[in-house]
Every structure is written in C-alpha cells, then in structure tokens.
C-alpha cells in the first residue's frame, strides 16, 4: 500500500510547534501465505520519506544549520504470524526492524527493532474484547542526549498494553472502551515517561 500526510500547517497553530509541520510518503509492499485455515504468514516492506519545513538540518555534531531543513529517509521490515484457532479466537504477533538516515549529515540516524501481539475473543454476536501488548527499542547512531555532559548517545525503550472491548450497536455503529498504559525508559531524562488512560467513543462503519 501507500499512504500521503501533509502536517504543514497543522503545527503552525500552536506557538512553538511549527517546526514540526511536515510532508511525508510511505510505501509498504506485502507478501501473505497461508499455511492453512488456522495459520497465515505475513511479511512488509516499508519506504518513508519525510521532509520538515521549518527544521533546519544538523550537522554531524548537532548544531543546526541555517538555510536547510531535515529530510529523513525510513525502511522497515515486518514479519507476523496471524493465527486463527477457532471461530470465536484470533491471535497475531510479530517482528519489526527499521531503520532511519538522515540525509544530511546523519545526525538523526537510529536503528530499532520490537515485537507485538494482538489477541481477540469475540463474544456472541456484539461483543468481543481485545488484548494488545508491544515492545521497541531505539538507539541512535550520533544524536546524544543534549541535558548530559558524557556525551551519551540517545536510546529508549518503549513497552504498551492495551485491552479493548467492542459492542455493535447495529449494522455500523460501534461503542469502544479502551484502557491502556505505556511506559518509556529513555538515557534522556526528558523522554522517559509513563502514561496511562481510559477513552471510549463510537465508530461507525459503512
């Protein structure tokens, strides 16, 4: 598949953001083979460029550098297992590995790699509930963490549970609960964070 964003005014709106405005393309072939009814193999292969228009590049040292903008280029390879025992039970878990350069100066530079998994038990014929949980770990290649003095390089790991019910309220409208939590352990203090919430809403599909 393919997707297009366009951020670049959606950040100039608040005071401090806009140079987070950005245009980015993704492009993420995939392969499934099914083994049989129960067990399906998938595997992706994603492309991304994503080009700031208010963020200057930096060079190898992390200064910045007027006249220039940051300009990424992102792969990532996926690999999951989608497992279907019975007709009520679905399970999914899987792999990810990418990797970003940064086309100026290959300051941005990191490389990550994680696992997820998805269960879901529907209910009856309006329920089902839902179990997620993931893992990635972050390490870059030259961007240090600019709050320390040892010159330690920036790296987070970031793990997410999250457990969701479904109701189908009729043919395309569906109340959804969700409570979930996500902590980050970062070699930057400013990152390292946890965070945990409840939502629910509706979502209506045609």
Do not use: C
Not at 18 to 29: A, K, Q, T, V
Not at 34 to 54: C, F, K, P, T, W
Not at 106 to 115: I, L, P, V
Request: net charge neutral; proline share 2%; glycine share 10%.
């Amino acid at each position: 598949g393919m997707t297009g964003a366009n951020y670049l005014e959606d950040y100039a709106r608040s005071a401090g953001l806009s140079s987070l405005d950005n245009r980015s393309l993704r492009i993420e072939p995939g392969l499934s083979w099914r083994a049989n009814r129960a067990v399906e193999l998938l595997g992706s292969v994603a492309v991304e460029s994503i080009d700031y228009r208010a963020r200057p590049a930096q060079t190898e040292n992390g200064d910045e550098v007027a006249g220039t903008t940051t300009e990424y280029r992102d792969a990532e390879l996926r690999v999951s297992l989608r497992l279907t025992p019975g007709e009520r039970w679905q399970a999914r878990v899987g792999l990810s590995s990418a990797d970003r350069s940064d086309t100026y100066a290959n300051y941005g530079d990191f490389n990550s790699w994680g696992g997820w998994f998805v269960v879901n038990r529907t209910l009856g014929s309006k329920h089902q509930i839902e179990l997620a949980g993931s893992m990635r770990d972050l390490s870059h290649e030259k961007a240090v963490v600019s709050t320390l003095e040892n010159g330690q390089l920036r790296s987070q790991r970031v793990q997410r549970w999250i457990g969701r019910h479904t109701q189908k309220l009729n043919g395309i409208v569906r109340w959804i609960s969700e409570i979930g939590t996500q902590s980050a352990d970062s070699s930057d203090p400013e990152l390292t964070h946890d965070r945990r919430w409840i939502t629910t809403g509706f979502e209506i599909r045609r």
